[in-house]
Structures are given as structure tokens and as C-alpha cells.
């Protein structure tokens, strides 16, 4: 069984698109193997991990792997739109895009709890994928992104990584986890090798309930679109400035709280717009990328002009721990 497969002590860490190609080559025939004529199911998330499972079982088996892509309403700007673009347009994978915004923003509404807010985004995304799943007829196998240090850490009961977890009792898939035996970087390698995109390859971690985290206390749709907006300046910034793929996350966080100013010579109250840069080689400790002083004078401009609702910018300084990368 698949799902057994575990990293040999002496397998050769994947650094060049050679070693890529050969582990690819492997999986695609191992894939073939497992699923045969029968058809596999997979949520896509657009994150590194799903797009590399997608990528190779796309090059498996085809037409026979239905993709979920579930949107629910706390992705960044273009990422849905992206992933319809590389699978369903360029790759022609059998791709369901289902834009459950609605359903998410109003089960959150009022909601302030962290932990509350997150178990809402969990379940009701089980919910959606299970719903896509129940429609599709004939299928036997379901795909994960599962890495190497998902294991570990679930071994090591740092983490429940069971990313099957969840789904309906009834709901009985074999599992296929191409990628199960891989360190992060080599998913990179070997997504790569596959021809992702760059800005899909080298995407910075990006928790699963999205930019929910970011829009601390009861979300709302107006100051959920000004943190989309202002994390996509930053990240063009990034981009446009050498700074992408050299840190290792970076967000803007819109608090729950406005303050005065003065625009056209009028008072405003709106809210403040934080950014955050931190580099970590674990997550456990984490150090402040500092800018310099011409990209964050670039950043304020940018940000107060073009986001509606912020009259304010402010740069977290402060390291883990004590404070955690994400606000909630
Ligand atoms: P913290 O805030 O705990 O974040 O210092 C450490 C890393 O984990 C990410 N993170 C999450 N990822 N679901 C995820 O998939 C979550 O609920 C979650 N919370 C935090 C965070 O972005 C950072 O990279």
C-alpha cells in the first residue's frame, strides 16, 4: 500500500531536475500501477504540495484525476484564477472550480473567536469537497499532498496531520501520496521539473484558513478586501524589488480598530494596515526582515492610496517569540 511507503535512510536528497526526472518517472509508473483505469480525486489548493500531486498525476493518469478547487473567499488576489489557468487551461486537467465564498463569509459572520473562526473554515470545507465528491461517480482514489514532515511530525504527535481526516465514515478512498517520501525543497525541485510556475514553485507558506488569520476578530467582506489588496501590493513589491523568494513570508494583517486622519482635508477613521516580514529556517523562531527605509516610504504610499478603508501603516518589528507569525 502507498499510504506505507516510507523515506529510505539512504535515499538521495532530490537537488537537480536529473534526480527530479528520475523520482518522477518512478511516481508516474507507480501511480499507473495503483489506479489503473479507476478514477482518483484531489483538492487542489493551488499551494506547493497539491499543485506537485496534480502535476504528476496529470502526467499518470490523465483525464481519470478530478481535481476539486474549493474558493473560500480568503485566498489571496488571482490565486483561483491562477489555478484555473495552469490546470485547466495549460495542463487540461479535469478541474472543478467551486467558489463557496458565500457560504464560508456567512457561516463566519460575527464569529471573533480564533479557534472558533478556524474550526468553521475546517469543517465547512469538508463539507464542500465532500458534497463536489458525492456528485462524481466512480471514484476509488483519493490524492494528498502529504510531505515527509508531515509524517515526522505526526509521529512525533507535534501535529495531527491526517489530511484525509475528516471526511465522511462513507467516504472510503484509497489513498495515493505521491509525494509522501519528499522534503519541502525537493517538492520544489520536482515541481519545477514538471513545469509549474515560479510564483507557484517558490510560494511562500500560506496557512489553510487563509487570509481569515489576517483579518483579525469578526471577519467582514470590506476589511477582508483591504487585507487582500495590501498583501498584493506587498507581494508585487516583493516581486519587483529581488525580495521574492528570499524571504520567507510576508502579509499584511487589517486590525479591528480604526483611527483618525485627514485626507483632502477631511477627517477620516479607518484602520490601520500591518506588515509583516520574518525569515525562519523552522517556524519555531522567527527574526524581522528589515526594508529599507525607500521600499517602506514605497509601501506606505502605495498602500493608503490604494486601499480603500486603511489611513495607516504600520511594520511589525517584533521577533518569535514572542509573538507568533500569524495575529490569530
Ligand atoms: P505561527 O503563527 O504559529 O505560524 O507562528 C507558524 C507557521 O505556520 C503557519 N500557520 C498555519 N498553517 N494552518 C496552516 O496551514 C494554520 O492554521 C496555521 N496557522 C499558522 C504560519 O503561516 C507560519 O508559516
Known sequence: ??????????????????????????????????IGDKKVLLALSGGVDSSVVAALLIKAVGK?????????????????????????????????????????????????DPEQKRKIIGGEFIEVFAEEARKLDGIE??????IWPDILESEAGIKAHHNAGGLPDDMNFELVEPVRTLFKDEVRVVGKALGLPDNMVYRQPFPGPGLGVRCPGAITRD???????????????????????????????????????VKDGKRTFDW?????????????????????????????????????GINRVLFDYTPKPPATVEYE
Open 223 to 261: 476589511r477582508l478586501e483591504a487585507v487582500r489588496e495590501s498583501d498584493a501590493i506587498l507581494r508585487e513589491e516583493f516581486a519587483k524589488n529581488g525580495l521574492e523568494g528570499m524571504v520567507w513570508q510576508y502579509f499584511t494583517v487589517v486590525p479591528d480598530f480604526k483611527s483618525t486622519g
Open 64 to 112: 481519470q484525476l478530478v481535481c476539486v478547487h474549493v474558493n473560500h473567499g480568503l485566498l489571496r488576489k488571482g490565486e483561483p484564477e491562477q489555478v484555473i489557468k495552469v490546470f485547466r487551461d495549460e495542463m487540461e486537467a479535469n478541474l472543478i472550480y467551486v467558489d463557496a465564498t458565500d457560504r464560508f463569509l456567512d457561516k463566519l459572520a460575527g464569529v471573533t
Open 1 to 34: 500500500m502507498a499510504e506505507l511507503t516510507r523515506r529510505p535512510d539512504d535515499m538521495e536528497r532530490i537537488t537537480t531536475p536529473e534526480l527530479a526526472k528520475k523520482f518522477i518517472d518512478e511516481q508516474v509508473e507507480l501511480m499507473k500501477a495503483q
Open 272 to 308: 490601520p494596515c500591518i506588515i509583516r516580514a520574518i525569515n525562519t529556517t523552522d517556524v519555531m523562531e522567527v527574526t524581522v526582515e528589515h526594508l529599507s527605509d525607500e521600499l517602506i516610504d514605497h509601501l506606505v504610499q502605495r498602500i493608503i492610496t490604494e486601499v480603500p
Open 141 to 146: 482514489f483519493l490524492a494528498q499532498g502529504t
